[in-house]
């Protein structure tokens, strides 16, 4: 709809493919993230055909990062207005106490659950603002309790064919590389996206623009952008192309 390719309910796909690249990849938060039913690509909302066994016959790969929910739950728990990731060492967290983490606690395990949630991920009631990391795990680690699920589903209908990973790392080597899902401080964790960094085998520009057409998308105010350039820098490990992003461990 925002970039006019939407006329009484129909998609002009001719449109939609004349548009400029990075038009589309600005468009990315503009709408839901969720499938639509739509009765042909999906005659069924996913989960309810993952149920039935009604799976293609194919190899699916499903995991997230150690800590994938602190990047979004931080931000409702930051001081002095900063967003995340930022460059406090400690995140500019602030304190969650004992009673207002239980009730976070029972808002997300309701309550058939919070008994055992509370075991399990305890508040501290010495250090309040462990209390934030603690609710991070415990969304973190419903996430991936979530993609085995599905897999083991998927692994029902079609045996051998679902896997799961848990991504427990985040690109270290260049700290100019400060675009989510690049280089942060250890407070974070490894947070949502880190894994992109290595999957792509480049650093990722998403969230900060593009390398200005080096290895990404042209924007009208390339090629001079200082964030481009300094993530880039090819001399940095005496390297070129993709490899000149990562140390020696990271490559490996």
Known sequence: RSSGCLAAGVVNKSCVAALPAAKLTQATYSGSWGPTTDGVTFPQAPEKLLEQGLVNDASIILGSQTNDS????????????????????DGALRP??????????????GPSHVAEALRLYPADHGDHVQNIHQLGSLQSDRGHCSASRRASQFNRARPGRAYTYRFDYWYRGNPNCTAVPNYHLPYLGAAHQDEV????????????????????????DCPHLDRCEACYAPGRFRHSGYRSYFDDKEWE
């Open 70 to 89: 602190n990047l979004f739950l931080f931000r409702s728990y930051t001081k002095d207005g900063l967003d995340q990731p930022n460059d406090r060492p």
């Open 96 to 109: 969650l106490p004992p009673i207002a983490y239980t009730a976070a606690v029972l808002a997300l395990a």
């Open 197 to 220: 960094t290595f999957v792509l085998g480049q650093p990722n520009f998403m969230n900060d623009g593009s390398c200005c057409g080096v290895w990404g998308l042209t924007t009208d």
